[in-house]
């Protein structure tokens, strides 16, 4: 075979998947639609078919010969009404469709394709057709037909229809137009709008040739109430374009080119069997009114080789970059005289670039489409009821991205049908649609483009994921634990997930979501997930238009240039130096910075990527050693050691003030990816520009921070940072860590039995150190000003759709008011049921301590006594204090005694501390005390005294600890079942089980006064 007769076979080829493209939706379109004929459809399908047969011919392809032309005779016969089309023909037709493609797709393997058992299937159904329409008696009505001269039936009016729009409308016209290639869309829409208006269209189609002009020619049927010399002026025609339809037969017309003729026919009614179906996709709107134009597009296009494009796009880059660097050239000198030039240069390249970067667009119906097809067959094969809605096949995105994506897009696909919606019967139970409905769209944003696959089947349920991932390794309990419902939702996207109770052919074997999460980022997108239960899913998913040029924030970091793809940033702070304590909070070992009420991960760039720190401290620009271990730490005043202490202190004597220098701000880009938000700490902040994006290396591709390279305007090099791998960097997931310890307590079974997990807090223009215990503090809440309301003479906010009261520390505290500021932080506890909130200036730290607390060294109400954190000596502060003296109305009567009933309760608490918090809980509930230092000591009492009638002890304490004192209470006949409430610091998961073990009936923590109040009223009411 010669060069140029394999550049026919292979043009060949590719028109031939563009005509099964086409047999595909066609079929599937007939399918789908109540269309009274079909008529159009199934000439479109038959000409494809004809073709694909004539050339497979010329080409010597045997196998792909026969088929089609057994695909044609059963083509035929519908196009001559021998038979309906039913759903067996259409599924056979489209395994036809699927096997040429087959075939086509590598010739030389043809002979290992066998197409005999399909070929028998599709006479057999021929012969069964033909039968079935001989054995039957069909009725018979007359039709009006408009038919070529060759007797193809373009379109058939029944003569009911006529008739019955005729008793309104009794002018009966045929009329046809030219739609001119001239023609404007406006033009052409203010017409069939006229049209609408001023008669009935009972059917329309066009013609099979182009007019003269290369344009086309639409014919109409329609009645309207108009006279005939007024009908053709009313719709600017001239007059030999309108016919009166007046008799039962008509000659052929001059009028109508071609010898097309309009005739009366008594034949069976050509209406097709073929039920509507549930997988319905609507992305291309197709029937009788909705022409299709024959050899437009054709007319204003050609074929370009895929590698001809890729080379022209690659030079583009080339030019782009040869562009910036000659513009940073001519930027350095101010009087160039080629600065004119450079500049028209400039304005030609971006047009040239952009015209270039469109030829690499193609619409998403390209992947689109293919979805119908396996909606129909998946929906069959899992017994389900799906309708399927396609929109946005129109919007265009790079073809390497569309390339990349269908594969993932299908699993989502099979997924929902699989996994998501449920079956007729259980959506019935439910009070659902038997039919499920699949939502695909596509739509533009900027440079973005944004996907969703939406179902309204049964959700996600966290709690089931958590199980199937524990169950399958893929996650731990204790990690499960930590996650929030959207972090859980995503652990479908880990390796060997799966929730199928069995392996099929479908699901179950745990592989696919991963895949599908690694290459939709791996083109740069983004996936996120929304689930109710019984409500649905919806998957989203933000894709880059093009791949190849990228707007990008170019930083330094230890002298190396680094690149942040702008559509990542959400916005860069610049904090002087005497800002950062103010604005930069050290959790642990890590650090957040707050940005408009929300604490944000912190990290440096440079301890990410593994390299040293630098800082430029001054205007000439040195790089001296950065000494500081945390961000927020502003340089040592202590310099006499250091050995560039001699040029600061010169600085110093000479009154400079080199934290000033610009260069002595910290630089933090905001970036942003689907779950969160974190900061990156760099050197220096460089220009933004569009960047041609470069492949990495063999030896750096497998680095999991990188996405690319690229060429600066300078000549320079510089790699594209990946921000969602970032994210995933112990740095920075660390960092979330601490965030969610703030919200959620440390896990006490690693602390030490006697620590205090304090949260430190201060009061701006009180110079006392103050904390919170963190057991009590259920979240951390910043507020604007803003949202804090008034309701009488007191502060509340709104949280998760509750009101919440405030009270702050001037409100009990000897302490100023809080100063004006713009944005708060709210301390939410819970107080006798009631969600209650303290308001602070600042907040700093979780600091996890051991002592005891002192009760006499700070006396005062609100206060429950002192402990020193870091050598300062802290006031904690009494929460149930705060409320009852500040707030008195908000604690409910349930926590006052109800009765002067005398009951009386035994103590048992090392701790002088709190052994006096329980003895003042008794006094306020009325009760008599019996107060033990140890648990041998109550265990006496116990023996000695039967009338005790609840027990409150500490967990750790000297001789015998509280849980031995359980077990031997609960062996003395007497406190069989007497309530016995652990008040202790132990609250771990395991420390609760071992009390509950021993026969404790409560565990409570000891510094939460409210709750142990409410517990005792419950048993000692």
């Known amino acids: 075979m010669g060069q140029q007769e394999e550049e026919l076979v292979q043009l060949f080829i590719e028109e031939s998947r563009e005509y099964l493209h086409q047999v595909e ?22 000409r494809a078919i004809h073709t694909i047969k004539g050339g497979a011919g010329f080409f010597s392809m045997e196998k792909v010969h026969a088929l089609a032309h057994t695909m044609e005779n059963i083509l035929g016969d519908l196009r001559e009404h021998k038979y309906a089309l039913t759903e067996s023909l259409i599924s056979a037709l489209l395994a036809g469709t699927d096997t040429l493609g087959s075939l086509l797709e590598s010739p030389e393997d043809a002979g290992d394709i066998s197409i005999e058992e399909l070929v028998n299937t599709l006479m057999t159904l021929q012969n069964e057709s033909l039968s079935q329409e001989t054995s039957s008696t069909p009725h018979t009505e007359q039709v009006l037909q408009l038919k070529t001269a060759q007797g193809v039936v373009l379109f058939e009016i029944p003569a009911k229809k006529i008739m019955t729009a005729q008793k309104e409308e009794p002018c009966l016209y045929f009329f046809y137009y030219d739609l001119a290639l001239e023609n404007s869309e406006e033009k052409e829409k203010q017409w069939r709008e006229n049209i609408a208006s001023l008669v009935t269209i009972l059917s329309s189609c066009c013609s099979t040739e182009t007019t003269p002009d290369q344009g086309t020619r639409e014919f109409f049927v329609g009645a309207t109430v108009l006279e005939p010399n007024l009908f053709a002026e009313a719709l600017s025609l001239p007059q030999t374009q309108v016919e009166t339809i007046t008799t039962h037969r008509f000659a052929a017309l001059s009028e109508i080119p071609h010898d097309y003729m309009l005739e009366y026919s008594t034949e069976a009614p050509k209406t097709k069997p073929v039920k509507k179906k549930t997988h319905k996709g609507k992305s291309t709107p197709q029937g009788n009114n909705a022409p299709r134009p024959k050899g437009r597009a054709e007319d204003t296009s050609i074929r370009i080789h895929l590698s001809t494009i890729d080379t022209l796009l690659n030079l583009t880059a080339e030019l782009v970059l040869t562009r910036n660097e000659l513009l940073s050239t001519v930027e350095k000198e101010q009087h160039s005289p080629i600065t004119h030039t450079a500049s028209r240069l400039n304005t030609i390249t971006s047009e040239l670039q952009d015209t270039v970067l469109k030829t690499r667009l193609q619409p998403l119906g390209v992947v689109f489409d293919k979805f119908k097809r396996i909606v129909r067959d998946l929906s069959k094969k899992v017994g389900k009821e799906v309708s399927l809605r396609i929109d946005g096949a129109e919007v265009e995105l790079d073809r390497t991205i569309i390339e990349t994506i269908g594969d993932p897009l299908t699993h989502l696909v099979r997924n929902a049908l699989d996994h998501g919606i449920e079956s007729p019967d259980i959506r019935q139970q439910q009070g659902k649609p038997r039919e499920g409905t699949l939502h695909i769209s596509a739509t533009r944003e900027t440079d973005l483009i944004r996907l969703s696959i939406r179902d309204d089947g049964a959700g996600m349920d966290p709690v089931k994921i958590a199980t199937a991932a524990v169950e399958k390794g893929v996650a731990t309990r204790e990690e499960c634990d930590r996650m929030s419902e959207e972090e859980l939702r995503f652990l479908i996207f880990r390796p060997g997930f799966s929730t199928a109770a069995e392996i099929t052919d479908i699901s179950g074997r745990g592989v696919g979501m991963d895949v599908v999460y690694r290459t939709i980022t791996s083109v740069g997108g983004k996936l996120s997930l929304e689930s109710s239960p019984n409500a649905g899913t919806t998957v989203t998913i933000k894709l880059p238009l093009l791949l190849s040029i990228m707007p990008c924030l170019t930083v330094k970091t230890q002298g190396e240039i680094f690149a942040i793809p702008q559509k990542n940033i959400l916005t860069i702070m610049r904090i002087p130096p005497a800002e950062r304590a103010q604005k930069i909070y050290t959790i642990g070992d890590g650090a957040v910075v707050s940005w408009e009420d929300t604490l944000i991960p912190l990290a440096r760039l440079s301890d990410i990527l593994g390299i040293p720190p630098a800082e430029i401290r001054t205007a000439p620009g040195e790089v001296l050693t950065d000494r500081r271990q945390r961000i927020a730490d502003r340089r040592s005043e202590d310099l006499t050691e250091h050995r560039d202490a001699k040029p600061i202190r010169e600085m110093r004597t000479q009154g400079k003030e080199r934290r000033r220098a610009p260069a002595s701000f910290l630089h933090i880009v905001i970036v942003q990816t689907e779950t969160s938000l974190y900061g990156l700490v760099v050197d220096s902040l460089g220009d933004s520009e569009e960047i041609v994006v470069k492949p990495l290396g063999y030896h750096i591709k497998q680095a999991p921070y990188y996405s690319g390279a690229t060429l600066l305007g300078n000549g320079e090099t510089a790699l594209i940072l990946n921000i969602d791998s970032i994210q995933r960097s112990p740095h920075i997931s660390n960092e979330q860590n601490s965030i969610q310890q703030i919200s959620r307590p440390r896990d006490e079974e690693s602390l030490p039995k006697d620590t205090h997990a304090i949260l430190t807090v201060s009061h701006e223009g009180d110079a006392t150190n103050y904390a919170v215990p963190m057991d009590l503090i259920q979240r951390i809440h910043p507020v604007k000003r803003s949202d804090i309301e008034s309701l009488g003479s007191r502060r509340v906010i709104s949280y998760e759709g509750k009101t919440v009261p405030l009270i702050t520390p001037d409100m009990v505290l000897d302490t100023p008011p809080l100063p004006e500021s713009s944005r708060y932080h709210i301390l939410l506890f819970e107080m006798t049921g009631l969600r209650v909130g303290l308001m602070v200036s600042e907040i700093h730290d979780i600091e996890y301590v051991r002592g005891e607390i002192d009760a006499h060294a700070y006396v005062q109400k609100g206060i429950m006594g002192t402990l020193s954190i870091q050598g300062k000596t802290t006031a904690i ?38 052994r006096a918090q329980l003895e003042s809980i008794a006094e306020e509930l009325n009760y008599d005390k019996i107060v033990v230092e140890d648990g041998q000591r109550a265990i006496e009492i116990l023996r000695e005294n039967d009338a005790i009638d609840l027990i409150l002890t500490d967990i750790e304490m000297p001789r015998v600890d509280g849980l031995q004192l359980a077990k031997e209470a609960r062996k003395l006949p007497s406190y069989k079942n007497t309530p016995i409430i652990a008040c202790t610091t132990l609250s771990a998961p395991s420390d609760q089980r071992s009390g509950i073990e021993a026969g404790i009936t409560e565990y409570l923590i000891k510094i939460d006064k409210s709750q142990i109040i409410e517990t005792c009223q419950k048993y000692l009411p």
């Open 877 to 914: 502060i009494d929460l149930y204090q705060m409320v009852k003296y500040g707030c008195p109305d908000l604690i409910r009567d349930e926590s006052l005694p109800r009765t002067t009933e005398k009951h009386t309760v035994l103590i048992a608490e090392d701790s002088a501390f709190f």
């Open 25 to 46: 939706q066609l079929l599937l379109d007939l399918e789908e639609e109540d269309s009274p004929t079909g008529t159009e459809e199934i000439n479109e399908l038959f």
